[in-house]
């Protein structure tokens, strides 16, 4: 069954035309309960309701901190579809970078998932701007309020937005020690989502597996995309091999960090017999090790793999790297490449000193210009300058080449930046942690191979004169003060950090022992 649809402004355009044209259609699935395009439509109808009835309108911002929910994504329809705009924190950061985040953002209504209401309480008088908290889902003694708002509600329409408008606001690790909120319009993502389209080959007749969390471009931006070409999606509270098994039956579609590849290859005939009936495998958010996409090239032979790169700042994928590629005996080395420019994208790669643009083949910073370039980072006009050109090109700080053909290959970074299990962690915002240890004198952190999260974090550090540093209790000093994510793995002890004529640490050496003999340093 093909039903087409009109051109969408906004991006909660689509679920009005499905509930329309598909009423009775199978649209949201979530542990266990479904609902049809109407169903859904007039539940966010009357959320629609429920935010005007709480002040919120064009300009306003509303924020969720919590795992997946199909709230999350409700919210993101309906409170950008009326001209506000949807802030997600990293439900996985500290409460003090939570607390940074919603400060940012300037939320004023705040979904809080019940099991995270401890740490929100715990910052609650750190949020001036904050005046009204939904909570979502029950944990112990704390009880679900967003059903009950939802269903008392009376129905709304869900217009006043325009397509210039910011409808997300996804935040990044930031380079000076803080996260940025990456500015995303209905534009933005109208345009990801039918670049999307061309790759996922995803309609009525399937059903996309959304496991990724949606405080990320990876979760949210190919849900946008699902409702946007009528696709049924299927949400996980998060990406654990519980919540996995048990939103994978009647999945066609699913993307997932290439970490999550790795343990289901561990785990043997059941990780294996776990995507067997995927038609689409798609990966992103951080490289693939070699070894383990020739497994699962071989373990899923029948399934279409597709590899895609991007960035919040983008609003998800840029570039795509096709089945077809991944298999292509003529050219193995494409199995290592990001891929070739996806619709409505311009690739150059540039001198990062004389920002000019270089041959095929020869190394540079990669830019990206077109539709999907966000409107800027939220607060920060002079990190928006620094990213996005006046004409356009937005500078990703990645370090690669365009082959003949225009396959990009990505090799390095230019920011100081690790990538571990598809979460961005900035060497700068830990260190500036780690330079608080009492017993610490000097430190860099730097990214080291890592087989099944890619890169991992590790922080090389000088003691200061007399001290003796613990390595296990730099570790925890650190995951008090950052996401466990963002605190190192490893610690190094040495008695100084080597540099240059100008006193600038070298990190190159740092990393070069880590990274030899490897085609790639990133």
Not at 70 to 81: N, Y
Not at 117 to 124: E, L
Not at 412 to 417: E, G, I, S
């Amino acid at each position: 069954m093909t039903v087409t649809a009109p051109p969408a402004r906004l991006i909660s355009d689509r679920l009005a035309h499905w509930a329309s044209e598909l009423p009775d259609t199978p649209a949201l699935r979530y542990q266990g309960t479904d609902l049809t395009w109407s169903q859904w439509y007039e539940r966010c109808e009357r959320l629609a309701g429920a935010l005007g009835a709480l002040g919120v309108g064009r300009g306003s911002v509303v924020a969720t901190y919590d795992k997946n929910s199909p709230a999350c994504l409700d919210l993101t329809l309906t409170a950008s579809g009326i001209g506000a705009a949807h802030a997600i924190p990293n439900w996985r950061l500290s409460a003090e970078e939570v607390a940074y985040v919603l400060n940012d953002s300037g939320a004023e209504v705040v979904f809080v998932g019940a099991e995270f209401m401890k740490t929100f309480d715990s910052i609650r008088d750190q949020l001036p701007a904050v005046r009204e908290v939904v909570v979502l889902g029950t944990d112990g003694d704390v009880e679900d309020q967003f059903d009950a708002l939802v269903a008392a509600a009376t129905p709304a329409p869900i217009t006043g937005a325009e397509p210039s408008d910011t409808a997300l606001i996804l935040y990044t690790s930031g380079t000076t020690g803080f996260p940025k909120g990456a500015m995303i319009t209905h534009s933005n993502m109208v345009a990801h989502s039918e670049a999307l389209s061309d790759y996922f080959q995803i309609g009525h007749e399937h059903r996309y597996l959304l496991a990724m969390p949606m405080f990320h471009v990876g979760g949210t931006s190919p849900g946008i995309g699902c409702v946007y070409v009528g696709a049924p999606i299927t949400i996980t509270r998060e990406a654990t091999p519980e919540h996995l098994m048990s939103g994978l039956p009647g999945a066609t579609h699913a993307f997932f960090v290439p970490a999550i590849f790795a343990a289901l290859l561990q785990a043997g005939e059941v990780g294996a017999k776990a995507l067997s009936q995927l038609q689409l495998l798609c990966y992103g958010a951080a490289p693939m090790p070699a070894p383990v996409l020739r497994a699962s090239l071989a373990t899923w032979p029948n399934a279409r793999f597709l590899q895609v790169y991007g960035m919040t700042e983008l609003s998800g994928a840029v570039v795509a790297l096709d089945d077809e590629a991944h298999r292509n005996p003529d050219h193995p080395e494409r199995q290592s490449a990001a891929g070739v420019a996806m619709r409505g994208t311009e690739l150059q790669v540039v001198d990062p000193a004389t920002l000019e643009p270089v041959p095929a083949n020869t190394p540079g910073e990669v830019w990206v210009r077109g539709g999907t370039v966000m409107a800027g980072y939220l607060n920060k006009p002079e990190a928006t300058a620094d990213t996005i050109r006046p004409d356009g090109w937005l500078r990703t700080g990645d370090v690669g080449h365009l082959d003949d053909d225009g396959f990009l290959f990505i090799s390095d970074r230019v920011k100081d930046m690790i990538i571990t299990g598809g979460e961005n962690v900035y060497c700068p915002e830990v260190e500036r942690i780690l330079a608080e240890h009492p017993d610490v004198l000097e430190v860099a952190v730097i990214g080291i191979p890592d087989d099944q999260w890619g890169e991992s974090v590790k922080a090389v550090v000088v003691p200061k004169p007399g001290a003796t540093v613990d390595p296990g209790g730099v570790i925890s000093y650190a995951r008090e003060r950052l996401a466990h994510f963002k605190a190192p793995r490893t610690v190094d002890v040495v008695s100084e950090l080597p540099r240059n004529g100008a006193g600038k640490i070298l990190k190159t050496v740092l990393r070069q022992p880590y990274w030899e003999g490897r085609d790639r340093q990133v």
